[in-house]
């Protein structure tokens, strides 16, 4: 039984090293490498369906996601970045996921509440393979940090607003003691 358990994660574990190591030898991003074996994967129906919890993913996946973004980054290149990164990471989140809901509320014609959801969950992306593109390519450093630490601001800011929605949607009200 024990066996049957383990396997598949190990599996998993030799496939996504495998993906990593040979995207590197034919030179595109290890993200876009693993999306599309990811795809064919999933379409092949190779492996059984895996199960994973909300607490998972908000306690185990999603900081180590954000602290491998945050620990390459130098704190001095940061801080000298620091007003354009928070007003792209407040300001230009808040307005994406605004307009995004707008959108859907006229496109799709669902409520305002399940509009904003949707927006904030579409809204929080990971610049990953763009930032890999743009070693590549030579992109400026002070281009990526920039979009870098507006990427890392911007999913702490995209976790809150949807605990907030879902708050407001759940009890039909909004308090600021939702937002603590």
């Known amino acids: ?3 049957i358990e383990l396997h598949i994660p190990i599996l998993i574990l030799i496939i996504i090293s495998s993906v990593v190591i040979l995207s590197s030898y034919i030179r595109i ?20 369906p895996i199960n ?3 607490e998972l993913i908000f306690n185990i996946l999603l900081p180590v996601i954000i602290f491998e973004g945050s620990i390459k980054m130098p704190i001095r290149h940061l801080m000298d970045r620091i007003k354009s990164i928070l007003l792209i990471a407040f300001g230009g989140t808040t307005l994406e996921f605004t307009l995004f809901a707008i959108m859907f509320s006229i496109a799709i014609g669902i409520d305002w509440q399940y509009s904003l959801l949707l ?10 393979s763009i930032l890999s593109m743009f070693k590549g390519l030579g992109i400026e450093r002070r281009l990526s940090i920039l979009i870098e630490g507006e990427s ?4 702490g800011i995209a ?10 949607i759940i009890t039909g009200t909004f308090s600021v003691s939702d937002l603590i």
Do not use: K, N
């Open 29 to 48: 991003p290890y993200q876009i490498a693993l999306l599309i074996v990811g795809l064919i994967v999933g379409f092949l129906d190779i492996l059984p």
């Open 119 to 128: 927006g904030v969950a579409i809204c929080a992306t990971d610049p990953a």
């Open 159 to 168: 976790i809150v607003a949807f605990q907030v929605i879902i708050a407001l």
């Open 1 to 3: 039984m024990e066996f």
């Open 152 to 155: 890392i601001i911007d999913d």
């Open 52 to 54: 994973l919890s909300p």
